[in-house]
């Protein structure tokens, strides 16, 4: 889909996250990069930033949230994290299993957040490698960002290089270094959508729609 006269409104406005982990440039050579899906699968797989862009992508206008309480609806381009999974024979209809995403890191460490699997696949989510039009800035997850518009954006891994399939729901990086849930779906809460420029509570739980705002 072409994105090209697709923007945000009010995106300058959205706060800026890279000061909270991903701080400066992440030395990520793009055509070495790969993305490794191991654990519980039929057969491990590497796939390069080119292959995963040759999967029939989805696009999606939909809402994330932060749990810092802004929220902002993109214009997200990427694959279904079911056809990715599917490479690797995971069964996804297996309750017990969950996703244990793994990011490239930087000097002061690694980032890891895991997702209940059969969920995240039931929510559509998406592995991302546009936005509004662009391929990933540093800022949103480049080159490959994990997105599941049900929950909290700090369970959803920037620059991703591993994805784990495992029966272990283990604490994450946030959920360790600043006490966040391990379940991660969003709540009832009052939010201030950045492209509306308006507070709004939403009283549901999971994603947040136009319906609730």
């Not at 923007?7 to 055509?31: A, N």
């Not at 895991?114 to 546009?130: E, G």
């Not at 954006?153 to 272990?168: D, H, M």
Request: glycine residues 8%; hydrophobic residues 35%.
């Amino acid at each position: 889909m072409d994105y090209s006269n697709k923007v945000t409104p009010f995106l300058h406005k959205k706060p800026s996250s890279l000061r909270y982990f991903q701080e400066g440039v992440i030395p990520i050579d793009v055509k070495a990069w790969q993305l490794t899906i191991d654990g519980e699968v039929s057969r491990p797989v590497n796939l390069t930033y080119d292959e995963i862009c040759d999967i029939a992508s989805i696009s999606h206008h939909r809402r994330n949230v932060c749990v810092c309480l802004w929220s902002i609806k993109r214009h997200w381009e990427g694959v279904l994290l079911r056809d990715v999974l599917s490479l690797a024979g995971v069964d996804l209809e297996d309750p017990g299993l969950y996703l244990r995403q793994h990011s490239v890191g930087t000097e002061k460490g690694g980032y890891d957040s895991t997702v209940h699997l059969q969920s995240a696949v039931k929510r559509d989510a998406i592995l991302a490698h546009r936005v509004d039009g662009q391929a990933l800035p540093l800022e949103n997850g480049f080159p490959l960002r994990f997105i599941d518009f049900g929950l909290y954006l700090y369970k959803c891994v920037k620059a991703i290089k591993r994805i784990e399939i495992t029966r272990e729901n283990k604490i994450g990086f946030w959920e360790d270094y600043a006490g966040y849930d391990l379940d991660g779906t969003i709540q009832p809460k009052r939010y201030y959508a950045v492209d509306l420029q308006k507070k709004f509570f939403f009283e549901g739980s999971g994603e947040v729609l136009d319906s609730d705002i």
